[in-house]
C-alpha cells in the first residue's frame, strides 16, 4: 500500500526549521518560523507562565479529562481579553468559548464545523496569507478562494480591491480575516477600514473567521483587539480563533480556543452543541496545561499586569529590531528603500525579496526565510544584524 506514494513536499515554515537544525554552519540564522527570540536567540519562558506553572503544580489534584470544550474559567478569561467583558455580545451571553490545541487547532474545529454544517461554503482568503491556512481549510472540504489584499509595488492595502471583491461573495461563505499583524504581511486595515470590512460582509450575508494570533503584538492588548471588535458589533454571527503561542510563548504547549459569536444567547447554546460535536470526534477534549496556565496569568489582576509589560518588551525589542535592520541595510550600502518595514506591525516582514534571493541567502548564507521573503523580524538579534545585513545586501 505504501510502496508507491511520493514523499509529500516539505512544509514552507516548519520545513525550514528542520532543514535548519541540519545546518552545521554555526553562523546560521533562522528567520523562518515565526517563534520570538530575545536578544541572546533564545525564546524565553515568560516569568509569568512560570510562576502560574508553579501555583498550579500546588494546586493540581488530578488528571482528569476537561469537558469536550475545555475549562469554562479559560474560555470566560479567553472572552475577556478577546473582546472585552464589556463588549455587546458578552454582555449579551452572545459568545461561546471552546478551547483548543493551538490556533491550527482552532482553525481546523471551525472548518470542520462549517462544512458540517453548509458543505458547498467557500473559505475566502487575502492574498496572500498564512501558508497552513490553505492547508487547514483544504483539509476541512471548504473549496478555497482569495481576496486582493495587498499592493506588493506601494506595499499597502489593496482596500477598494478587497471590498469589491467581498462585495461579490455568495451568502453563507466565509471570509478569513486576520484581527491584527496580518500574516504575512505586516499590514492591518485601519478602525475606519475595519467598520467597512465588516458592513459588507453583514451586508452580504458573509461569517467573518477572525484569525487572532498576535494579540498585543502590534500596538497592545486592548488597541490590537479593535478591529475583532468591530466586526463582533456589526455582524450578527462571527468566529474568532485565538492563539496564545507568541504572545504567552506557549508555542509547545498548544493553547489557543474558538469563540462563537452568535445572533443571540440561545442560537449560541444550539450552534455550540455542533462544535462540542466536531472537537468530539477530532480529539475528544483539550490538553489541561497551557490552557491552565493563561487562566491563571489572566485570572490574576498582578499576574495580568505583569505580563502586559512582558508582551510589551516583546513587542519593544522586535520593533526597535525593525529599525535597526533598515538603519544597517542602509549602512552596509543598500540603495533600495526598506523604509516600509518600520510600519509593518508584528513578527513578520514581508520584505519583498524574491524566491530567488531567499534561496541564495540559504543556500551562501545559511540564512532562513520563508520563500515568499517573509522575515521573521523576532529571530533578528543586535548580534546577528550585520552578517544578515551584508548577506542581504549581496543578493539584491
Ligand atoms: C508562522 O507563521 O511562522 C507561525 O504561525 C508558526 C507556524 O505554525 O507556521
Known sequence: MFEQIQAAPPDPILGLTAAFVEDSNPDKINLGVGVYQDKNGKTPVLDTVRTAEERLVVAKTTRSYLPIEGSREYGAAVQDLVLGAEHRVVREKRAATAQAPGGTGGLRVAGDFVHKLRPNAKIWMSDPTWANHDNIFKAAGLELVSYPYYNAESKRLRLEGMIAALKKIPEGDVVLLHGCCHNPTGLDPTPDQWREIAQTLKDRGALPLIDFAYQGLSTGIVEDRE?????????????????????????????????????????????FTHIRATIRANYSNPPTHGAAIVATILGDPALRAQWEGEVAEIRDRINNMRTLFVETLQKKGVKRDFSFITSQKGMFSFSGL????????RDKHSIYIVGSGRINVAGMTPGNMDRLCEAVASVL
Open 227 to 271: 478591529g475583532t471588535g468591530i466586526v463582533a458589533e456589526v455582524c450578527p454571527e462571527v468566529l474568532i480563533v485565538s492563539s496564545f503561542s507568541k504572545n504567552f510563548g506557549l508555542y509547545g504547549e498548544r493553547v489557543g480556543a474558538l469563540t462563537l459569536v452568535a445572533s443571540s444567547a440561545e442560537a449560541r447554546a444550539n450552534i
Open 354 to 361: 524574491t524566491e530567488d534571493q531567499v534561496q541564495e541567502l
